[in-house]
């Protein structure tokens, strides 16, 4: 039967696995970036030097998002969800968001289509801010409730 540790477990496999991603992106990223370089006319005026450094950069704040994540999955698991440091990490997490669309939105100064991937991670940006302020909430009402006794 399916239940919340077993979904907290697979989240957290999940996770893992998209590291595991990152880092073989990383270690492609001049393939791909030749790949994308050949399959778009516009792309391959642009310069494979750029390309790399929104890959890479993008890369690094995917994999920091990443460890907020786990972090937040870990403390939930030990049934820790409602306290400060939880809404700590979806505060870095959403920040993590709005870092990685500045990245795309920088870059679609030099190749419009990243400019899709940029609205998108802010959307997510502020769809996590937005759990973020219900968790400091339920933070804050647990609090409150702990004290009246």
């Known amino acids: 039967m399916w239940n919340d540790r077993k979904s907290l477990v697979l989240s957290k496999v999940f996770?893992?696995?998209?590291?595991?991603?990152?880092?073989?992106?990383?270690?492609?990223?001049?393939?791909?970036?030749?790949?994308?370089?050949?399959?778009?006319?516009?792309?391959?005026e642009t310069g494979?030097?750029?390309?790399?450094?929104?890959?890479?950069?993008?890369?690094?704040?995917?994999?920091?998002?990443?460890?907020?994540?786990?972090?937040?999955?870990?403390?939930?698991?030990?049934?820790?969800v409602f306290v400060e440091e939880n809404v700590s990490c979806l505060r870095y997490i959403s920040w993590c968001c709005f870092a990685g669309a500045a990245i795309c939105m920088a870059s679609a100064v030099y190749y419009v289509p990243w400019s899709a991937i940029g609205v998108a991670a802010a959307f997510m940006g502020l769809i996590v801010r937005?759990?973020?302020?219900?968790?400091?909430?339920?933070?804050?009402?647990?609090?409150?409730?702990?004290f009246t006794i």
């Open 15 to 44: 996770v893992i696995v998209f590291v595991v991603l990152i880092a073989a992106c990383v270690v492609i990223a001049p393939r791909l970036v030749d790949f994308v370089m050949w399959m778009s006319a516009y792309a391959s």
């Open 48 to 80: 494979k030097p750029l390309f790399l450094c929104t890959v890479y950069t993008g890369c690094a704040t995917a994999v920091v998002l990443l460890a907020f994540l786990y972090i937040l999955l870990d403390r939930i698991g030990k049934g820790r």
């Open 130 to 146: 937005v759990i973020k302020n219900v968790f400091a909430k339920a933070v804050s009402l647990q609090d409150d409730a702990e």
